[in-house]
């Protein structure tokens, strides 16, 4: 029978060395709370000489998180070892920007202009609604909106804008 990688069990065995790192990192310093997850995590399950093992189940309770989040990290450390299990790894997404310089200069002359009859004032969601309706965007939404004006220092709440 094949395991398949839902059946792989992974033994965490820590050194007296990655046992005081841990400790450390619980103890002291200013550290993300990832990073404090993941020690409490290898601490407890580590059936080495130098500590206590708690169940996953325990743990979960303890910690409110799931079963799956510590077979992750301990599969992370026994693969790719300690430095690798606390470092957070920095993200591989593109982000696509929809608004570009051109779009931007559309966006903040509309700003400044008039806005529609029955408005004292643009808000962002209209200013969203007129960028599509004019065609300047397919889709905008009104946070992407509200930073090019933050980015800009314009403000809607100013009585004059521009």
Not at 106 to 125: M, N, Q, V
Not at 130 to 156: A, F, G, P, Q
Request: proline share 2%.
């Amino acid at each position: 029978m094949q395991k398949t990688p839902a059946m792989i069990h992974y033994t965490v065995k820590l050194t007296k060395s990655e046992v005081e790192e841990l400790k450390g990192i619980i103890n002291k310093g200013s550290h993300t709370s990832q990073t404090f997850r993941t020690a409490y995590i290898l601490l407890n399950c580590d059936e080495g000489k130098f500590s206590e093992k708690v169940t996953n189940e325990q743990m979960s309770k303890v910690l409110r998180i799931g079963m799956r989040t510590i077979d992750r990290v301990k599969k992370k450390f026994i693969e790719e070892g300690m430095e690798a299990v606390l470092e957070r790894r920095p993200t591989s997404r593109v982000y696509d920007r929809k608004v570009d310089g051109e779009v931007e200069a559309k966006l903040i002359t509309l700003c400044c202009g008039e806005p529609p009859k029955g408005y004292a004032k643009w808000s962002l969601r209209l200013l969203a609604d007129k960028m599509v309706e004019l065609k300047y965007v397919e889709s905008i939404s009104y946070v992407t909106v509200r930073e090019v004006l933050k980015k800009t220092n314009l403000s809607l709440g100013k009585s004059k804008v521009g």
